[in-house]
């Protein structure tokens, strides 16, 4: 099944994945993580395609995406 998964202690909350999701199921948290960044995450797992699209954008290589 399609999932991704975000080391959210490594985020710096720059909002690419959020941009470029094509069903817009990443969100910025409303908490801080260890660095001061509200890190992405997915809320609607179940409604990922695991495109890659996400993790490929990230600067940072937060984003694992498994199919
Ligand atoms: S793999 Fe694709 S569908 Fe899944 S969260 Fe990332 S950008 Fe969205
Ligand atoms: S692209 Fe990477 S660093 Fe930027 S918000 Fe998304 S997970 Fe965080």
Redesign the pocket.
Known sequence: MPRVA?DQER????????AVCPVKI?S?SQHINWQGYR??GVEDQEKCTACTM?GR????T??EVYK
Request: with cysteine; charged share 10%.
């Open positions: 975000f985020c710096k909350g720059c909002g690419l994945c959020v990443i910025i890190p992405a996400c954008v990230c600067p940072d937060v984003i």
